[in-house]
């Protein structure tokens, strides 16, 4: 009622009412990825966008030879968490239509996150997370062994099926992150003869830098046999090797999303290569780095996303993790990197320029 405050005891309600819809969201915070994983496997973005006019329920069925009783649910559940909308048919029925978020889980195009979607509610990935706790109690053993005897790489080696699923989810966010670092800051590839992109799995980066600055000669460096299965593309090579041994040189040395999978050491030995890697260049040398700066409180909501990547790296990784600036501070300067910068993008990472 207008003019009268509320009691303490209404707010201790409020409060109650409120934590109990939150912890039903988390305890059912898994039904979104599933449900989204079961569109993305039958297609249901791709069908609409091919279709263009909203489709009913009964051309849905249709298209997907299925019965409409499951997936009208489905769809219902998913519209609810804004990943499509009900709009009007061209014959005045109620139809589906895709949503800015459903037009994410398309399989192909650009901007598509289907691949790493696919690749995180896979069995492999899923496993460690049940050895979370195992993990807090004996951080030796990191939760990705537990579950599989050995680490994500060697999983990769030994599991082509899964090893695809992985670079193809990587090459998913490059294709979203390699334009929002040009368009962030594209002063950082100015007058750069060549670049090394260190763990560039199937090139994916690097094609995408050579077509915007095709001024500069890109190496892809990776793993042997990440490397034997990547396309070719003019002004690009490929070489193969172990990152923690030596990098191909080069005028510049890209790192996305490698340094956040090792621990400080690690880290530092990988960066030391790359100091070396850009030694002919003097002081026009310089590694960039691509990757999550965490803040403790988690941000904004762009920044908010590192904190769950740490979680992800807690599980899928043996000693990774997201830093900090004084985190990343520690790393370079143990690297022997005098000064560095951090800019902010459009994206959950940030791009960290280090100079020797
Ligand atoms: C998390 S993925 C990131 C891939 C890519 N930079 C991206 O962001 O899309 C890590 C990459 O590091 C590569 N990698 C792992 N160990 C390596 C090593 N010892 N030497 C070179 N590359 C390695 C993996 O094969 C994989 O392509």
Request: hydrophobic fraction near 40%.
């Given at each position: 009622?207008?003019g ?7 707010y ?10 939150k ?9 979104e ?8 496997e ?9 279709h ?6 009964s051309?849905?069925?249709?298209a ?6 499951a997936?009208?649910?489905i769809?219902r ?10 709009k ?27 691949s ?13 997370w ?19 005897g ?14 695809k699923l ?8 490059t ?5 929002a ?10 007058g ?11 090139g994916?980066?690097l ?6 600055c ?35 040189k ?10 956040h ?21 003097g ?7 691509v990757?999550a700066v ?11 996303g ?25 790393v370079?300067?143990e ?9 902010n993008?459009?994206?959950v990472?940030?791009v ?5």
């Amino acid at each position: 009622m207008e003019g009268v405050e509320k009691s303490e005891a209404a707010y201790v309600d409020d409060e109650i009412a409120q934590a109990q819809v939150k912890i039903w969201r988390i305890l059912f915070g898994f039904t979104e990825m599933a449900a989204a994983k079961c569109a993305v496997e039958l297609g249901i973005p791709d069908i609409l966008e091919n279709h263009g006019d909203p489709m009913t329920l009964s051309q849905l069925s249709s298209a997907l030879n299925c019965s409409s009783t499951a997936l009208f649910r489905i769809m219902r559940f998913l519209m609810n968490r804004g990943i499509f909308q009900e709009k009007i048919t061209k014959q005045g029925s109620m139809g589906y239509a895709q949503t800015a978020l459903s037009r994410l889980l398309t399989k192909d195009g650009n901007e598509s996150l289907a691949s790493m979607l696919l690749f995180q509610s896979s069995s492999a990935i899923i496993a460690p997370w049940h050895y979370l706790s195992s993990r807090v109690l004996d951080d030796k053993t990191s939760a990705f062994v537990r579950a599989h005897g050995m680490d994500i790489w060697q999983h990769g080696a030994e599991n082509p099926d899964d090893a695809k699923l992985l670079d193809e989810a990587m090459a998913s966010d490059t294709r979203r992150t390699i334009p929002a670092v040009l368009e962030g800051c594209p002063e950082i590839f100015d007058g750069l003869s060549s670049v090394v992109n260190v763990g560039g799995g199937d090139g994916t980066a690097l094609r995408i830098l050579i077509k915007a600055c095709p001024w500069i000669r890109g190496i892809n460096f990776d793993l042997p046999r990440v490397v034997a299965a990547a396309p070719e593309c003019e002004g690009m090579e490929h070489v193969g090797g172990d990152m923690f041994t030596s990098v191909p040189k080069a005028n510049a040395a890209f790192l996305k999303w490698i340094l956040h999978d090792w621990n400080d050491d690690e880290c530092i030995q990988i960066l030391k290569n790359c100091r070396e890697a850009i030694s002919e260049y003097g002081s026009a040398g310089k590694v960039i780095i691509v990757e999550a700066v965490i803040e403790e409180k988690g941000g904004d909501e762009l920044k908010d996303g590192g904190l769950v990547l740490d979680m992800v790296m807690l599980a899928q990784t043996d000693k990774g993790k997201e830093r900090t600036a004084e985190e990343w501070t520690y790393v370079l300067r143990e690297a022997g990197f005098t000064r560095h910068t951090i800019k902010n993008i459009q994206s959950v990472l940030s791009v960290i320029e280090a100079f020797p």
